[in-house]
């Protein structure tokens, strides 16, 4: 590369404003059809277990709490996922969604990556369940 070429686009980046985003002070909003974090809603939910088994990266698991009153908690792996959105494709129920909005997930611990969604006395009793040394664990799917 010669001098003269360089000196040139030197001269003309002192004249032009910069082409990036000065980023996170000055915030743009996120697309509509951006795919964040995935959220699920119990309510809605009947423990199908489709997008478990639709998920590619293997990054959700249906755990059964208490089957017969259609009770479930949901294991999500953000570092796992791929956000491809073929769980909420594959839901009939409609209780899946990946927010636009819920994009920034970085984090500086493993822990931060693995989000339980559910009903608080379910995530409670799950935890419990899986503390106990001689019960067994809980099944997923």
Not at 112 to 136: C, I, K, M, S
Request: with cysteine; glycine share 4%.
């Amino acid at each position: 590369m010669k001098i003269g070429s360089m000196l040139v686009d030197i001269l003309r980046s002192l004249v032009h404003p910069p082409a990036t985003q000065i980023y996170p002070s000055e915030r743009r909003p996120a697309p509509d059809r951006l795919r964040g974090k995935l959220h699920w809603n119990p309510a809605q939910c009947v423990g199908c277990g489709l997008c478990s088994k639709d998920c590619p990266a293997d990054a959700i698991e249906i755990i059964t709490v208490d089957k017969q009153n259609k009770r479930f908690v949901m294991r999500y792996h953000a570092d796992r996922c791929t956000y491809c959105a073929q769980c909420v494709k594959s839901c009939r129920f409609n209780c899946l969604q990946m927010s636009p909005e819920d994009w920034e997930l970085a984090a500086t611990n493993k822990q931060a990556f693995t989000v339980y969604y559910g009903d608080e006395h379910d995530l409670q009793r799950l935890v419990e369940r899986n503390t106990q040394p001689d019960a067994e664990p809980a099944k997923t799917g």
